[in-house]
């Protein structure tokens, strides 16, 4: 059983379109994250939901919105696709708030490869 | 620069040696974990030290932590083909990440 999993794997795009990539995990955790991974490899976090609630919002452009259906899912919806959010997309996981607390250990999902043409 | 630093970049090494490599931070922190990214895949914790912690083991992993220093090391012992990955440091409740250290092992 996959612990986080999102989908799609790899997604090859046109500038302009919109697209959306999801994540559901499964281990009860009550964290989820996004996280963006560029070109030289340097993790950057975009957002984080604790129990559906939007606790971490760090510069993102508008035309990304998260949504959190349930605390078992983190969908990732950008619009507008811009050459420059070609990356790889990674969802994780953890137990305990993100701020203010100690967070855990993370838990990743294997990452969605974005490709915008 | 809000982003964490490993060092070095890149580090290539036999199989058997050990391979030390560095991250630094800028903030303070509460704890400051390790993790592992396998060519395309997901990262994967390895260890955790709190800041009132200096050392810690975890089987051929030593984490050190100098918070005077705003510093850490992960030091793999008797390395094998399968630690060949990348290695990131992450500070200030998993914000801040550095672009990781490459480590190859030659067999």
């Known amino acids: 059983d996959t612990a986080v999993s999102q989908t799609p794997k790899y997604l090859v795009t046109q500038m302009g379109n919109d697209k959306s990539i999801k994540c559901e995990q499964n281990?009860?955790?009550?964290?989820m994250y996004w996280y963006k991974q560029d070109s030289k490899k340097f993790l950057k976090i975009m957002f984080s939901?604790?129990?559906?609630?939007?606790?971490i919002n760090e510069t993102v452009p508008n035309r990304f919105s998260p949504k959190s259906p349930d605390k078992a899912h983190l969908n990732l919806h950008i619009n507008s696709l811009e050459l420059g959010d070609s990356a790889v997309y990674f969802c994780a996981s953890s137990q305990g708030i993100q701020a203010g607390t100690t967070a855990g250990e993370l838990f990743f999902g294997e990452g969605s490869r974005l490709t915008v043409l | 620069s809000q982003q964490g630093e490993e060092d070095p970049q890149a580090l290539s090494i036999q199989e058997g040696e050990n391979a030390t490599m560095n991250c630094s931070y800028k903030t303070s922190i509460n704890n400051l974990q390790w993790y592992r990214q396998n060519s395309g895949r997901g990262l994967v914790h390895l260890i955790l030290i709190r800041s009132n912690e200096r050392e810690k083991h975890s089987g051929r992993l030593r984490v050190t932590l100098d918070t005077s220093k705003k510093s850490s090391s992960l030091l793999i012992t008797a390395s094998r083909a399968a630690d060949t990955a990348s290695y990131f440091c992450?500070?200030?409740?998993?914000?801040?990440w550095g672009a990781g250290t490459k480590l190859i092992i030659k067999p």
């Open positions: 939901y604790n129990n559906k609630e939007l606790i």
């Open positions: 281990l009860g955790h009550d964290t």
């Open positions: 992450a500070s200030n409740y998993q914000l801040i």
